[in-house]
C-alpha cells in the first residue's frame, strides 16, 4: 500500500506560477498527476516514469507545465506556469507500482492522494 499526500495548491492569478509536490510512502514505478474542475471528468495532465525518466503532457498543459521529481525521495513534482482560468481544478497525484498498458489512463493508476485545489483567477 502506497499513500500519497500532495501539498502546494491555492489561489493564484491569471500568468502566475505554482509548484505542486506529492509524497509517496514507498517506492514507485510510475507517477501521475491528473485534475477535475467542477461538472467535468477527470483528465490526464502529466506523467513520469522512474526507469527512464520519460515524461508525458496532456496537450492542454504542455509547454507551460513541468512534471519531475526524485525517485529516490519518493517525491514528484509540478511545476506549473502561465496559469489559465481553465486550469482552476482540484489537482491528484496518483502512482504505480509496476508498469501500465497507459500512462495517461486514470484507470491505469492504483494509488491516488487526496486532491489539493488550484484556483486561478482572471
Known amino acids: 500500500q502506497v499513500q500519497l499526500v500532495e501539498s502546494g495548491g491555492g489561489l493564484v492569478q491569471a500568468g502566475d506560477s505554482l509548484r505542486l509536490s506529492c509524497s509517496a510512502s514507498?517506492?514507485?514505478?510510475?507517477m501521475g498527476w491528473f485534475r477535475q474542475a467542477p461538472g467535468k471528468e477527470r483528465e490526464f495532465v502529466a506523467a513520469?516514469?522512474?526507469?527512464?525518466?520519460?515524461?508525458w503532457y496532456a496537450d492542454s498543459v504542455k509547454g507551460r507545465f513541468t512534471i519531475s521529481g526524485d525517485n529516490a525521495k519518493n517525491t514528484v513534482y509540478l511545476q506549473m506556469h502561465s496559469l489559465k482560468p481553465e486550469d482552476t481544478a482540484i489537482y491528484y497525484c496518483?502512482?504505480?507500482?509496476?508498469?501500465?498498458?497507459?500512462?495517461?489512463?486514470?484507470?491505469?493508476?492504483?494509488?491516488w492522494g487526496q486532491g489539493t485545489q488550484v484556483t486561478v483567477s482572471s
Open positions: 496518483a502512482a504505480n507500482t509496476k508498469a501500465v498498458w497507459s500512462i495517461r489512463a486514470s484507470a491505469s493508476y492504483r494509488y
Open positions: 513520469i516514469k522512474w526507469s527512464d525518466t520519460n515524461t
Open positions: 514507498g517506492l514507485t514505478f510510475s
